[in-house]
């Protein structure tokens, strides 16, 4: 087959949609197949990327785009924009086409374009963080945030009519039947949805991963958050926690990818609350290779997410994987993990801090289970993408 790919991060970038779709890519182009990937040239790098290359038997070729959405999408050169974009497409003739995430320039750009191409379209989603069942005005209005209530506007108008779009696509892929995407779908009777969970590396699998809370040369204790650095992933929060636990030696780390205004703040704020005197260290990671990322997770002691949102959280699944304790709100997959704390503010995030800080037995207790979850939900990687070849094969066929 001849697939085409159009992502707007990828490989070197390291959130979760530039792995996941990195994984699959690199893992059909291994049975055979040919595979193009459509992406961003930029992306929170200091560094901007080749307009082409290839990696790993990928063909990778990337616009100059720069987006905030819902407000602003636009090319940033005369080879980005929509019509080029289309234009890729046609002249690398796919059998199949893979459009990565809505709410994004690699889906809007194609929607007037969806009729005029032949191929069989998949539609893989990512989950809709903007979505909401209902939009509130008030308070936005009531603070005089009128950007905020024009960005509220702009997406319920965007949800309003994504559906119509989505129905275009031969399949819709999900990451989980728990996912507001599937919701979104049963609300608007969308019925070409399946479900292909994500996969982690196996290296996470492995001995050398693996936590056995032998005691430690140290009492430090590692407590380590795999996130992109914004609003919703809610860094904040677990600097204000952290910083109100009742603990000693001690670090908090965290890795994401760009290196943006709300990092910045998270540097500011840790340098105003972290009391340096209390063997509380802070460190934040940013462009780090995937080797480091690895490394993050032999070395922590426990996982802690605080996001608002999520649907089928890869980092939950790599930290289960190696036997590490996890804390998080109540988002996504993390709700179903048997042995996660599941906090619902602040203060229970700091008591759950501290409870595992201060208990090596129950470090242990809740990583052996949180393990023994993953290693029931076939999550390597041969396993999706084999399930996605075979979605795309049906795609093909039922077009023929």
């Known amino acids: 087959m001849k697939i085409f790919f159009a992502v707007a991060t990828y490989w070197p970038m390291q959130d979760g949609v530039a792995n996941i779709t990195g994984y699959l890519a690199e893992g059909l182009a291994a049975r055979g197949h040919e595979i193009m990937v459509l992406t961003a040239r930029s992306g929170g790098r200091t560094e901007e990327m080749p307009g082409e290359e ?48 809505s709410q994004i320039w690699t889906f809007d750009w194609l929607i007037p374009y969806l009729d005029r191409i032949a191929c069989p379209k998949v539609f893989y989603s990512h989950g809709y963080s903007k979505w909401k069942e209902r939009y509130n005005y008030g308070e936005k209005l009531k603070n005089r945030n009128i950007l905020g209530v024009i960005e509220e506007y702009k997406c319920k108008r965007y949800y309003d009519g994504l559906y119509k779009y989505i129905a275009k696509y031969d399949k819709a892929i999900y ?13 608007h009777h969308l019925n070409n949805g399946v479900i292909i969970e994500n996969a982690i590396d196996d290296v996470f699998f492995s001995s050398d991963m693996r936590h056995e809370y032998e005691e430690k040369s140290s009492e430090r204790i590692n407590y380590l958050y795999v996130a992109n650095y914004n609003e919703n992933k809610n860094q904040k929060m677990l600097l204000r926690a952290y910083a109100k636990a009742k603990i000693g030696e001690s670090c908090l780390v965290f890795a994401g990818y760009e290196e943006n205004i709300y990092l910045k703040e998270l540097r500011k704020m840790s340098e105003e609350i972290i009391d340096a005197a209390s063997g509380k260290k802070v460190y934040f990671y940013v462009h780090i290779p995937r080797e480091k990322v690895i490394e993050l997770y032999s070395m922590a002691d426990i996982f802690v997410c605080t996001s608002r949102s999520e649907t089928w ?20 997959i993390y709700g179903n993990i048997t042995g996660a704390f599941i906090i619902r503010n602040e203060n229970e995030l700091t008591e759950a801090m501290e409870n595992l800080y201060y208990s090596k037995d129950e470090r242990k207790k809740a990583g052996e289970a949180v393990r023994e979850w993953v290693l029931q939900k076939q999550c390597r990687i041969a396993d999706k993408v084999e399930q996605l070849e075979e979605e795309l094969i049906s795609c093909i066929r039922s077009a023929c």
């Open 54 to 101: 290839v990696h790993n038997d990928v063909f990778i070729k990337r616009m100059k785009v720069y987006v905030r959405w819902p407000l602003q999408m636009k090319g940033l050169d005369r080879e980005s924009n929509r019509k080029k974009y289309y234009e890729k497409i046609q002249n690398f003739q796919p059998d199949v086409l893979v459009v990565v995430c």
């Open 175 to 187: 990451l989980s039947k728990d996912s507001n995407s599937v919701k979104y779908a049963e609300v």
């Open 313 to 332: 959280s890869i980092v939950a699944h790599e930290a289960a994987a190696t036997a590490m304790p996890i804390i998080s709100t109540d988002v996504g």
